[in-house]
């Protein structure tokens, strides 16, 4: 038997719920979000209590598209993962909690976790 795609996506989206319910960005420490589609992938640094975005990256942007061969692998993600990484120190951001958005720690989510590391965020 097989399982359909909005089964897959509401799974997704109670899981991401439940992580929510644990995990919040605050000033001090924004929620760095992750978001993954078959064809590309999305970062952001999200202040909670405002409701503002602080830094994004995403595959979908034209001058990191133009230098990668292909946007859904992990070698895209690390590009953004450091991408974002930079834009965050950039405003004055070096802490952050990881919001995985529900899909599992491997893989592309790993990555972009990997490269924000490696560019100086604390996670």
Not at 87 to 99: C, L, W
Request: charged share 30%; proline share 1%.
């Amino acid at each position: 038997m097989s399982v359909s795609t909005k089964d897959k996506q509401v799974a997704r989206a109670r899981r991401h719920y439940r992580v929510r319910k644990k995990i919040s960005g605050s000033t001090a420490r924004p929620r760095l979000a992750v978001f993954r589609s078959n064809k590309h992938i999305t970062a952001q640094v999200i202040d909670d209590t405002t409701g503002r975005t602080i830094a994004a990256a995403s595959s979908v942007e034209k001058d990191l598209r133009s230098s990668l061969s292909h946007t859904g692998n992990k070698e895209a993600s690390t590009a953004v993962g450091r991408l974002v990484a930079e834009r965050a120190k950039a405003v004055g951001v070096t802490k952050v909690t990881f919001d995985r958005g529900g899909f599992l720690y491997h893989g592309r989510v790993a990555a972009v976790a990997d490269a924000a590391r490696e560019a100086g965020l604390e996670l």
